[in-house]
């Protein structure tokens, strides 16, 4: 849920002006460093390089993610992977974000599988009742256009908890009577 969260978090890269990709691939970079303890070096061109050289690997390669997924990948996976201590590379933050695409393709996959499935439904005693009055009330409504609807049993108890009728037996009697008095509805429909 974490990483399906993580992925509506922020636009992804493909959407992102370079601008925005550019800088937001520099402060990424000191969070991996942050996160990991891999060496950053303090040869300035290098690190120019590495943010550049990311940048357009993240372009190229990862821009159906966003920056909020990237440090959550090497929250969770970078820790693991050792740098030998050699200064912070490409291979070593494509090795966690690929890893990290993997997972986030089978999560995707539960998220679409889940979205396709029909929700239940739970219905309260009150909601079985309104369906039964709108069911009373279409099979009134055919019979007073000349057809022969289904009644069921459940009408009866329905009209008697709403007092139209005083036991089972008398269903069809107040139908009768009401086709008789000319009624529109049995239940006002507001």
Not at 53 to 58: G, H, N, P
């Amino acid at each position: 849920m974490i990483m399906i969260s993580k992925k509506y978090e922020a636009p992804q890269i493909k959407s992102m002006s370079d601008a925005e990709i550019l800088a937001n691939t520099a402060i990424c970079l000191k969070r991996i460093h942050i996160i990991t303890g891999w060496n950053l070096p303090d040869d300035n061109e290098y690190v120019k390089i590495l943010i550049d050289e990311l940048y357009l690997k993240l372009k190229e390669s990862f821009a159906m993610l966003n920056f909020p997924e990237i440090t959550a990948a090497f929250r969770k996976n970078g820790i693991g992977i050792k740098d030998w201590g050699k200064n912070m590379n490409l291979d070593l933050i494509c090795t966690v974000l690929a890893g990290y695409c993997d997972e986030r393709n089978h999560a995707s996959f539960a998220e679409e599988r889940a979205a396709s499935q029909p929700k239940q439904v739970i219905l309260t005693d009150e909601d079985l009742l309104n369906i039964s009055r709108r069911d009373i009330e279409i099979a009134y409504q055919q019979m007073r256009n000349g057809r022969v609807p289904v009644m069921l049993d459940s009408f009866a108890e329905t009209m008697i908890i709403d007092g139209f009728i005083d036991n089972k037996d008398e269903r069809d009697l107040f139908f009768t009577y009401c086709l008789g008095q000319g009624r529109e509805n049995i239940y006002v429909q507001e």
